[in-house]
């Protein structure tokens, strides 16, 4: 999940990322690990380097990363690091 600190930048990155063809969706953000933005952005875990890459080259900001699964393999549920 890519916690960020203001809406806009979470759907930008959800329409980049899915417009490069990496799986991404709009989810609640906790409140636990970030309380900038109440929306996140979940993506596969596995692509973590590319989407972390693509939201680089773009410039879109965002606050951190987090490791988290949801029932249907996208990432979202304990924060690593």
Same mark, same amino acid.
């Given at each position: 999940?890519?916690? @960020?600190?203001?809406?806009?930048? $979470?759907?930008? $990155? +959800?329409?980049?990322? &899915?417009? #490069? *063809?990496? =799986?991404?969706?709009?989810? =609640?953000? =906790?409140?636990?690990?970030? =309380? %900038?933005? *109440?929306?996140?952005? $979940?993506?596969?875990? +596995? %692509?973590?380097? +590319?989407? +972390?890459? #693509?939201? %680089? /080259?773009?410039?879109?900001? @965002?606050?951190?990363?987090?490791?988290?699964?949801? /029932? /249907?393999?996208?990432?979202? $549920? &304990?924060?690593?690091?």
């Amino acid at each position: 999940m890519v916690s @960020f600190f203001a809406s806009e930048h $979470a759907m930008r $990155a +959800e329409r980049l990322l &899915q417009r #490069t *063809g990496l =799986p991404a969706r709009l989810v =609640p953000g =906790p409140r636990e690990v970030s =309380p %900038n933005c *109440g929306v996140a952005v $979940a993506f596969v875990w +596995e %692509n973590e380097p +590319e989407v +972390e890459r #693509t939201l %680089n /080259d773009a410039k879109i900001r @965002f606050e951190a990363i987090h490791h988290f699964e949801l /029932d /249907d393999g996208l990432s979202v $549920a &304990q924060a690593v690091g």
